[in-house]
């Protein structure tokens, strides 16, 4: 199972929104509603974003939102703020030999 | 509020088996739906999902590392445990624990994660 693609970077200016890409197939972004992302700062552990899909844990801000479109699901940073600066993964089931793969990850540089 | 926290040594030798312990603290690691994952990270790289168990003992693996990974829970302890056999420079990484809801749960996610533990293999 191969990892989930995503861009290897992002950027956007404070206030602007920005979205982030994760391209699957079938097997997994397109066949199921398990999609979650994951921030993660330098040194840090990451942290749950959204979960199946659209979901916001309780305290994630909703200047986060998530979505699908067929094999590819998006995470949006709208309102783009200095500390929105990080790597970020997408995860998704799939119902290959390996049911749990992540994305490659992109990183986010606030201008 | 739950918290995971990783332990073991930082320094394996080549050929060697890799030990990790996670720790539970703030809640019951024998709560019903939820399994206990681990994910690696190599340097400046991505994540990898290792394998997760149930409190029962029910486990499941990525089969790329199934030959040589074996996890544990000591439920008196409120832990769970990981060994890799046979290790190898690739293996070198930041291991995280994390509780996992897994898609029979009828959602899926990993939180929250341990602060997680950097494990160099090298002679």
């Known amino acids: 199972q191969s990892a989930l693609t995503q861009p290897a970077s992002v950027s956007g200016s404070p206030g602007q929104s920005i979205t982030i890409s994760c391209t699957g197939t079938?097997?997994?972004?397109?066949?199921?509603?398990?999609v979650s992302w994951y921030q993660q700062h330098p040194g840090k552990a990451p942290k749950l974003m959204i979960y199946d899909v659209s979901n916001r844990p309780s305290g994630v801000s909703n200047r986060f939102s998530g979505s699908k479109s067929g094999n590819t699901a998006s995470l949006t940073i709208s309102g783009l703020q200095a500390e929105d600066e990080a790597d970020y993964y997408c995860?998704?089931?799939?119902?290959?030999?390996?049911?749990?793969?992540f994305g490659t990850g992109t990183k986010v540089t606030v201008l | 509020q739950l918290q995971l926290q990783e332990s073991g040594p930082g320094l394996v030798k080549p050929s060697e088996t890799l030990s990790l312990t996670c720790t539970v603290s703030?809640?019951?690691?024998?709560?019903?739906?939820?399994?206990w994952g681990w994910i690696r990270q190599p340097p400046g790289k991505g994540l990898e999902w290792i394998g997760s168990?149930?409190?029962?003992?029910?486990?499941y693996y990525n089969p790329s590392l199934k030959s040589r990974v074996t996890i544990s829970v000591d439920t008196s302890k409120n832990q769970f445990s990981l060994k890799l056999s046979s290790v190898t420079a690739a293996d070198t990484a930041v291991y995280y624990c994390a509780r996992h809801l897994p898609a029979a749960a009828g959602t899926s996610w990993f939180d929250p994660w341990g602060q997680g533990t950097l494990v160099t293999v090298s002679s």
């Open positions: 079938s097997s997994d972004v397109g066949g199921y509603n398990y």
């Open positions: 995860s998704s089931y799939t119902s290959s030999s390996t049911p749990y793969v």
């Open positions: 703030g809640g019951s690691i024998s709560s019903s739906s939820y399994y």
């Open positions: 168990i149930y409190y029962s003992g029910s486990t």
